[in-house]
């Protein structure tokens, strides 16, 4: 395979699509962007899978390669029985198979790479995607390959999966099976108690009845019995919780209907006096569950309440006696001494013995610019060092460190209470319960002075058709196509309360660094003399060989070639400097430049100075990169009434840009630690306003937890998500204010469907009061009511995602 040189050009790379900034690499006719895509395509070329590239024709499947160079032996530790036996699910001599998340799958091309996985390693048997969870199972042989090779091949073709200790630590439990079990054996006597009801309704013989009645009677509670005791306990399991809180929600009616149904059934049986409603018992309940799996499926998908475990990694490197050995995170104790290079995570809080630092906290304190730490200094568990790699001693354990004590912290735990801002349907039901009482003590007094048998079925028979069953379809089967359509726009919420939480709420505050901005970007501009085409070559050329974040940043921004540099040398917290062709370049503070004389005014920007020679250029300066479309949606959530608030941990120099977004009237906070941001939402709670935080990463979790909703922002769902109650991909940041307007339509979906179950409670009702209530007119309007509410709901809520533009998924 010939590769060619070729001059400075703006090409896609043929792999993953990303701009080749630099010098493209060229093979086979096609350019790539760095050396690591171009080593994927050979290998997929060598192995006959090229038709990776040709299953998803919207975009270039393949994920750049430039972070994803793979050191040899990285993963060996893996091998280790300590970390293998705690990550396989099952092991034999011929079999052993694993479960890695996989965050970067995205698309057809993907699966089918993923699940070829055999053809680039022979030992592999075989491998199966769950794509809504971003998951792959793969069985290898293991005389033939070792999971750290599997580790190493996945990497290699850009797929790395997630390692953590939350993958030693956790328990390796099976999704419960409960609902299906439940939905299954209801949906299973539901039918056969309706064929055992046919006789009633087609009204067959009374020969056939005297006959067969009484044995179908017994036979229906034989298969009602196990919907009673089994499949309906949650309803009563919550009713019963709600009523010792002394609270009425949906379900405390709802059980009411259902076991004044179930005894009626079982009296109409047993004394012969009719055939009974178990099939509209066990069909009502098969529908409520029908329900609820629908609004867990989407909660089963994505993991919401994850802990610090997620976060950190699974190994570590510690060095004893100059020898270098990886370890368990989990294992690491205070005094050893760990190695952490480029872009790795500190475990635990350390004292920095040897190396450079530049520790970035974004994560945990939301401060976007790397801290520099010198030797001596203590360095705390969650940053990450940006720059070469340097040695620690570790004086806490893991589980002491100070990221997990602000995780632990219980003022960051969400209260939960019944007194709240409760759901539509529990308000309805409390007052549903009420009146239904009402109507049957009403018919009770009625009819005991004329008819006592028939006060009887009145009272029992207004108990059975209010029941409000129907009703409580309409909010889990609304709020489920909720979730669907906001699914396919990468808004992922934990259940349909969260939807709507979201409507009902009236101001939104929003984290800065990674929500508003663009982690990963950085609008860099320059002030100064101007530069030429060879002043930026000599600039570039020094920054080439600096680690320090800064440089590296603004060495990426600069297009320019490169030349030999002599004599460099970075000094800590001053700038970095060098000769470029005879002449001293030096990039730094305006103090190491000797450009402070010229720039007395303070300022909170970032800046870098720069000195060619013996002239004082300029200096670039260092702004966060906001997400495009912002100011429309601002703009649009201000027009709906929202009020908003700033909360940032970096310091206030980019108030006025914020201000040209948010306006003079929005709240801007700098500063603000964790605990700070926390007690903001809560005042905002306390003054009565419903509050949805809208952040990332760690020190977000408080406010996101104390929050009405909390909505974590981040480049890839299946990333960490502290405690929050929704998932919102980055790309469909900029569509908050339309998912909030829609989930606001979507309660006056439920509200039109609570119409439609009103009006035939209503008919219902006036059988009852007048003793008019047959087993046929049950059979035929209870199962109908609940029909027609869920597809009213269903089309209802189709209908507004249709005329707002959300009846398609995000491109």
Known sequence: MLETAHPLV????????????????????????CTGCKSVYELLYANNLCTYYNLDATEKPGLTQKAEEVQAGQFTYLDQPEFKNQLLQFQSETRDKVLFRIPNMHCSSCIWLLENLFKLDQ????????????????????????????VTLLHKIGYGPTLNLENLTKEKSKRSFGINLKLGLAGFCFGNTMLLSFPEYFAFTDEIKQEFGSFFGYLSIALALPVFLYSARGFFTSAWQSLKQRHINLDTPISLGLLSLFGLSLFDILTGSGPGYLDSFTGLVFFMLIGKYVQQTTYYALTFDRDYKAYFPISVTVLEKGQERVIAVKEL???QRIRIRNQELIPADAILLRGEAFIDYSFVSGESVPVPKVAGEIIYAGGRQMGESIELEVVKDVSQSYLTQLWNNTVFEKEKSYFGVGTYADKVGSYFITVTLLIAL????????????????????????????????????????????????????????????LAKADTLVFDKTGTLTESAQTDITYQGSALSAEDESKIKSVLQHSTHPLSQSLYQSIIAPVQAVTQFQELSGKGVQGLVAGELIRIGSAEFTGIASAHTIETLATRVYVQLGQKQYGYFTFQNHYREGLKPLLTELQQQGKKLAVLSGDNASEKENLHQYFGKAAELRFNQSPADKLAYVAGLKQQGHRVIMVGDGLNDAGALKMSDAGISVTNSVNNFSPGCDAILDAGSFTQLAKFLKFSRYSLYVILGSFGVSFGYNIIGLSLAVMGQFSPVASAILMPISSLSVILCSVLGVRLVAWRMGLNRGSE
């Open 123 to 150: 030992g592999i048997l075989e491998s199966r995607v769950n794509f809504p969870r971003k998951e792959v199972t793969i069985s290898y042989h293991p005389s033939k390959t070792k999971l750290s090779a599997v």
């Open 442 to 501: 009403g018919s009770l007094v009625y009819w005991v002075p004329r008819d006592t048998d028939m006060a009887i079925k009145a009272f029992t028979s207004v108990l059975v058709i209010a029941c409000p069953c129907a009703l409580s379809l309409s909010t889990p089967f609304t709020l489920s196509n909720t979730l669907k359509i906001f699914g396919k726009h990468k808004f992922y919420l934990k259940n349909g309360d969260v939807a709507e939480t």
């Open 333 to 335: 104790v205070p005094t």
């Open 10 to 33: 703006k090409e896609q790379c043929y792999h993953c699509g990303d701009d080749c900034t630099r010098t493209p690499i060229y093979a086979d006719e096609k350019v790539f962007c």
